[in-house]
């Protein structure tokens, strides 16, 4: 298994470590001037040379709206989800409400977050959080209502209480369709925070791409790309990671297990 789990680890490092000495490589020979496309040392070294005084700042900065908004989208989006697969009424009346809500483009919406909270935090978090608030709400509505009737009718004829339910079967039973939802949600809030930073904001990494945009300084603006692609990597994957710690006895993690 650590042999195979080397190997993988081993091809993805390969397969970009060849993208990267063809980018090299091609802007070279071709002599592509750095304003239209920089190497990537010129990008590596321009990111360790703005790190200290402006990347590392405006990191914090996104990072702190991404895990913000995902954070109010997973507090809302799961119990308003078992609301809804527990009552008719719920399902009813707020379901077509989230379905069109998710209709609405929702850089149509940042503006006006903008007119309305101004160029604070406030609106990029609102914008963040509708980003990632279908998906979870979307999966975790699946995942509680895959429960299988005859484990509902076991634990009825049992005498379980609601609640005990709730914490044994229904939570357990949901997790994993739960944690696809969570893992699309991360893409989203990341997506959805440099989003919100370029409708308004005064700092972030989506503004810092604005300002290098417009001095056409490529160098910056690629650093800063990679920083960005870095918060959301490490974010999905420390999801997955608590996916396979949580939930180690389903079909999926068993399944990754062995193509590794």
Same mark, same amino acid.
């Given at each position: 298994?650590?042999? !195979?789990?080397?190997?993988?680890?081993?091809?993805?490092?390969?397969? +970009?470590?060849?993208?990267?000495?063809?980018?090299?490589?091609?802007?070279?020979?071709?002599?592509? =001037?750095?304003?239209?496309?920089?190497?990537?040392?010129?990008?590596?070294?321009?990111?360790?040379?703005?790190?200290?005084?402006?990347?590392?700042?405006?990191?914090?900065?996104?990072?702190?709206?991404?895990?913000?908004?995902? /954070?109010? /989208?997973? $507090?809302? /989006?799961?119990?308003?989800? &078992?609301?809804?697969?527990?009552?008719? $009424?719920?399902?009813?009346?707020?379901?077509?409400?989230?379905?069109?809500?998710?209709?609405? =483009?929702?850089?149509?919406?940042?503006?006006?977050?903008?007119?309305?909270?101004?160029?604070?935090?406030?609106?990029?978090?609102?914008?963040?959080?509708?980003?990632?608030?279908?998906?979870?709400?979307?999966?975790?509505?699946?995942? +509680?209502?895959?429960?299988?009737?005859?484990?509902?009718?076991?634990?009825?004829?049992?005498?379980?209480?609601?609640?005990?339910?709730?914490? !044994?079967?229904?939570?357990?039973?949901?997790?994993?369709?739960?944690?696809?939802?969570?893992? &699309?949600?991360?893409?989203?809030?990341?997506?959805?925070?440099?989003?919100?930073?370029?409708?308004?904001?005064?700092?972030?990494?989506?503004? &810092?791409?604005?300002?290098?945009? /417009?001095?056409?300084?490529?160098?910056? +603006?690629?650093?800063?790309?990679?920083?960005? $692609?870095? $918060?959301?990597?490490?974010?999905?994957?420390?999801?997955?990671?608590?996916?396979?710690?949580?939930?180690?006895?389903?079909?999926?993690?068993?399944?990754?297990?062995?193509?590794?």
């Amino acid at each position: 298994m650590e042999k !195979k789990s080397f190997n993988k680890y081993l091809q993805v490092f390969l397969t +970009f470590f060849f993208l990267v000495v063809g980018w090299q490589v091609i802007v070279t020979v071709l002599k592509i =001037p750095d304003w239209i496309m920089p190497t990537p040392v010129e990008v590596i070294l321009t990111l360790f040379r703005r790190w200290g005084n402006t990347i590392s700042r405006n990191a914090i900065a996104t990072t702190k709206i991404i895990l913000g908004g995902f /954070g109010i /989208g997973v $507090i809302v /989006g799961i119990p308003l989800a &078992l609301s809804i697969t527990s009552s008719k $009424i719920f399902t009813r009346s707020v379901y077509p409400v989230i379905v069109f809500l998710q209709l609405i =483009p929702k850089i149509a919406l940042g503006p006006l977050f903008v007119i309305w909270m101004g160029f604070d935090y406030k609106p990029r978090l609102l914008l963040t959080f509708l980003m990632c608030f279908f998906p979870i709400v979307i999966n975790s509505i699946v995942g +509680f209502a895959s429960i299988e009737e005859d484990i509902k009718r076991l634990s009825l004829s049992m005498g379980s209480k609601p609640l005990a339910s709730l914490i !044994k079967i229904k939570i357990p039973s949901a997790l994993p369709t739960i944690f696809a939802g969570l893992k &699309l949600s991360a893409i989203s809030a990341t997506i959805g925070a440099i989003v919100a930073e370029f409708i308004g904001a005064s700092d972030g990494l989506g503004y &810092l791409l604005l300002v290098a945009k /417009g001095d056409l300084n490529t160098q910056l +603006f690629f650093a800063v790309l990679i920083v960005l $692609i870095s $918060i959301g990597l490490v974010f999905f994957y420390s999801i997955e990671l608590i996916e396979r710690i949580t939930i180690p006895w389903h079909v999926s993690q068993r399944v990754t297990e062995e193509t590794i």
